[in-house]
């Protein structure tokens, strides 16, 4: 069903995306492949869909989930728990479990706290049994952009696999375009990771004529008759955010046209507790961001003018321009040209609200 708010799992359930299911595919050949979006775009959709669709064994480990709110962290202890629990999947899983508990075994029990070194070899020494078993597998860190925040440098970890164990495939999806590189290192000579080949594939919104579309479709597959002009005025103040008109769609049947309204209340109350982890990173990105959202789209000057009426003070040039730079990079804040925009409107209503 097209409106189920659950990532899709089958080719047959997915909308579009033709172009990015084939480069997807063609990425499995690679040893790296990053899928990149912001959230609710449809990433996890896109990986479960095409790995599901070729019968590829796949590690579907969600970093997010694994984010301590309290203490800020991604905890070493949980990334082996979560890759040790979704083991039990594989095809092979018989033909190594007896190696994977002896592994299990020498750690001990991982409530005892262990060095994050020890856990790190725990979870090579599972990737390397993995990778010994013959098979292509598939290791997917989704919402890797989480692992900044991991106890344990993940990166030379990442950069063995990539070189050593050649029957693992790594998917990183992520919604901070920009951080994901930082966290991989890519163009940054230090890293373990720097100047691999990886094969990238992007997914943006809908433009309207699809998200229209979209709409459309998962109405008639529900046998809902529903105006046009409803359906154009919810792409039109949702944007092409597939994640937002599958919300809409599933509050239409209750709620009629009010369902609009409530898509953008609910969805900014999800959007704000990313916000406000935002904003405390910088002290301007708040009034960057409000600036951007009033006027709709701004150039560089413009957000200068706002902030100095706003806040009162003038941050230097650098300041300013480091601060946008970063925006784009994580995906709040679009550049095309001069002009910066908001790429999702929900968190322009959220940030305006
Ligand atoms: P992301 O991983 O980028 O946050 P998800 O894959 O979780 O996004 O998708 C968000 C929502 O949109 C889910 O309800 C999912 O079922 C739906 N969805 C995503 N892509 C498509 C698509 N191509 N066709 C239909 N529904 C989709
Ligand atoms: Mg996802």
Redesign the pocket.
């Known amino acids: 069903m097209?409106f189920?708010?659950?990532?899709?799992t089958s080719l047959d359930?997915?909308?579009?995306?033709e172009a990015e299911i084939e480069r997807f595919r063609s990425g499995l050949n690679e040893r790296l492949v990053l899928v990149l979006?912001?959230?609710?775009?449809?990433?996890?959709?896109?990986v479960l869909s095409v790995l599901n669709s070729l019968g590829i064994d796949y590690i579907f480990i969600d970093v997010r989930k694994l984010y301590d709110n309290v203490s800020r962290k991604v905890p070493a202890e949980r990334i082996y728990n979560e890759l040790r629990m979704s083991l039990g999947n594989l095809s092979f899983w018989e033909g190594v479990r007896r190696i994977i508990d002896e592994i299990d075994v020498s750690l001990g029990p991982i409530r005892f706290r262990l060095s994050a070194s020890r856990i790190r070899d725990g979870i090579a020494k599972i990737l390397e049994a993995i990778n010994n078993a013959g098979k292509h597998v598939v290791l997917i860190l989704?919402e890797a952009q989480y692992l900044r925040y991991s106890t344990i440098g993940l990166r030379p970890l990442l950069a063995y696999v990539y070189d050593h164990l050649r029957n693992i495939t790594l998917v990183l999806?992520g919604?901070e375009v920009g951080l994901l590189h930082d966290f991989l290192g890519i163009n940054d000579p230090s890293s373990e990771l720097y100047g691999r080949y990886y094969h990238v594939v992007e997914?943006r919104p809908f433009d309207r004529g699809r998200s229209i579309e979209?709409l459309r479709r998962g109405f008639r597959e529900l046998g809902i008759n529903v105006d046009d002009r409803v359906i154009e005025r919810a792409a039109d103040e949702l944007g092409g955010i597939?994640?937002w008109l599958?919300y809409f769609g599933r509050l239409y049947p209750e709620r009629g046209v009010d369902a609009i309204n409530e898509v953008k209340e609910i969805g900014a109350n999800l959007v704000r507790s990313e916000l406000e982890e935002l904003f405390s990173r910088s002290q301007y990105y708040r009034y960057i961001m409000e600036a951007v959202a009033v006027l709709g789209r701004a150039k560089w000057s413009d957000v200068m003018k706002y902030l100095m009426a706003r806040v009162g003070e003038r941050p230097t040039n650098a300041t300013l321009s480091r601060d946008l730079n970063n925006l784009v990079k994580m995906g709040f804040l679009t550049k095309d040209g001069d002009w910066y925009g908001i790429p999702d409107p929900i968190v322009r209503y959220a940030v305006l609200r």
């Open positions: 097209l189920s708010t659950e990532p899709k359930e997915l909308f579009d995306r979006g912001i959230r609710r775009v449809g990433k996890s959709s896109l989704d999806t919604s997914l979209f597939v994640g599958v």
